[in-house]
């Protein structure tokens, strides 16, 4: 079985371990402890106000207080690509009242980007809970002669160092997923960085680059007005307007793929108690009709997985993308 096809086998099980997780936690209100929780919760974002992590923690926050008749307040402490607020959450008490809604670029990709992190993904942190999954999208613009992911290469192939694709800045997994496709395509395509995705999607509709990789969310209005082309997705489960849409494997591009998805961490060593009791609030949370509505209206799956199945592709994923970060030759130190 190759890399592909058992990461897809593994993504399968998980899925159906998630959802009995999630029907079984559905029937059940979170066990109430005699010690736990007796004050308000914090789940630091390690990104700024507005952004995609800070949406996801805000929207899980709300819901958790409800059910757990306690507040849950988000804080932003961002910096350094999401290192800053996740390595000081590893050093934060372990009694499950600091928590951090982390990202699969900041505990799978930035270890093996820059030389410290400030904390280890693996032992520094017990998985609490998967809450999303969403594939990149790669897009360019309705008019352009690209109708495919390959015309777009093949354009590449014709001028070597002209043809350019647009990122939300460098070291992102966009910047390694446009790596990963110029080594696999065999083509030399031209890295164009931004801050952040809504200058590089002006520019990508000004003709200033060629095709830009980012999250669905991001993408979403311009592709729903008709003014962007999608040309792949990072793996198969996109929904909604994205949903059918052609995966990289099925352009051609077998081997490479990438989950950009959200979850709930606790620093190690908290109590296997409470991080189960969060678990299953989580899990109940997940069920929530404006849950689902608000993260499926951001191009992304919600997941509400258990601690064990949310461990095991934190696993997956870290050994994973230190393979493709070595492929690629990215970094930013």
């Known amino acids: 079985m190759n890399k592909l096809n058992l990461q897809h086998a593994c993504k399968t099980a998980a899925a159906l371990a998630c959802l009995a997780w999630g029907m079984n ?55 350094a690509g999401g290192n800053v607020g996740t390595s000081q959450v590893s050093r934060a008490k372990p009694d499950g009242y600091t928590l951090v809604m982390s990202q699969t670029s900041v505990m ?25 999954s969403a594939p990149l999208v790669l897009v360019a613009r309705s008019e352009s002669a690209y109708k495919s992911l390959g015309d777009y290469l093949d354009a590449a192939r014709k001028q070597p160092g002209v ?20 080594q696999k395509a065999n083509v030399k395509l031209v890295h164009v960085p931004y801050r952040g995705a809504a200058p590089a999607i002006t520019d990508l509709m000004g003709g200033t680059v060629d095709m830009l990789i980012t999250s669905p969310a991001s993408a979403e209005p311009m592709v729903a007005a008709g003014k962007l082309r ?28 990438a989950d950009d998805w959200y979850g709930l961490f606790a620093p190690a ?65």
């Open 25 to 79: 936690a559905h029937a059940q209100a979170p066990a109430p402890l005699a010690d736990y929780p007796k004050q308000a919760i914090t789940v630091v974002s390690p990104f700024p106000p507005g952004g995609g992590n800070d949406g996801v923690a805000r929207l899980i926050a709300q819901e958790l207080g409800a059910l757990i008749g306690q507040s849950v307040v988000v804080e932003n402490r961002s910096g």
């Open 108 to 132: 799978a990709v930035n270890p093996r980007l820059y030389k410290n992190v400030g904390f280890d993904p693996l032992k520094d942190f017990v998985p609490i809970s998967q809450i999303t």
């Open 163 to 182: 043809i350019t694709y647009a990122t939300p800045g460098n070291g992102t997994m966009s910047h390694l997923m446009g790596a990963l496709l110029s």
């Open 230 to 257: 999608i040309l792949a997705l990072s793996h198969e489960n996109g929904i909604g307007i994205f949903k059918g849409a052609p995966t990289l494997g099925q352009s051609g591009m077998d081997g490479i793929t």
């Open 269 to 333: 060593g908290t109590p296997p108690e409470r991080v189960a009791y969060l678990a299953q609030a989580v899990a109940q949370a997940m069920k929530s009709p404006n849950v689902i509505a608000k993260i499926q209206a951001g191009g992304s799956q919600p997941v509400g997985s258990a601690p064990d199945a949310f461990g095991k592709r934190l696993q997956q994923d870290t050994a994973y993308w230190a393979d493709m970060v070595k492929v690629a030759g990215v970094s930013v130190d």
